[in-house]
């Protein structure tokens, strides 16, 4: 069994930078592949960025390609999520998941992930 927590979230202007922390028990999570998700109100909850368990490889959303860095230490069982040039259609509660499958590259289907965070909120302003 995993548990995830999500940190980091908050209130920023657009074109500011906000940093996600997930941060997991149990044994196994360095050998899951984790993603993160979004939801904001009134949509589906999307896919936004993905690492490997081996950190070789990241998967990202067209939306948020060369503004977003997956990156995970699994020493310290942590994955984060550094946000740069933030707009408004950014805003949503941001989830983490760990997907337990052995698998080279990370899903963007959440369908695949076995365990979710409860969420944090991120919310920028214009």
């Known amino acids: 069994q995993v548990q995830l927590v999500e940190s980091g979230g908050g209130l920023v202007q657009a074109g500011g930078s906000l940093r996600l922390s997930c941060a997991a028990s149990?044994?196994?999570?360095?050998?899951?592949?984790v993603g993160w998700f979004r939801q904001a109100p009134g949509k589906e909850r999307e896919f936004v960025a993905a690492?490997?368990?081996?950190?070789?490889?990241?998967h990202y959303a067209d939306s948020v390609k060369g503004r977003f860095t997956i990156s995970r230490d699994n020493a310290k069982n942590t994955v984060d999520l550094q946000m740069n040039s933030l707009k408004p259609e950014d805003t949503a509660v941001y989830y983490c998941?760990?997907?337990?499958?052995?698998?080279?590259?990370?899903?963007?289907?959440?369908?695949?992930?076995?365990?979710w965070g409860q969420g944090t909120q991120v919310t920028v302003s214009s």
């Open positions: 998941a760990a997907d337990r499958s052995i698998r080279w590259y990370p899903s963007g289907n959440l369908d695949e992930y076995d365990y």
């Open positions: 149990g044994r196994t999570f360095g050998s899951y592949s």
């Open positions: 690492i490997s368990w081996s950190a070789g490889s990241t």
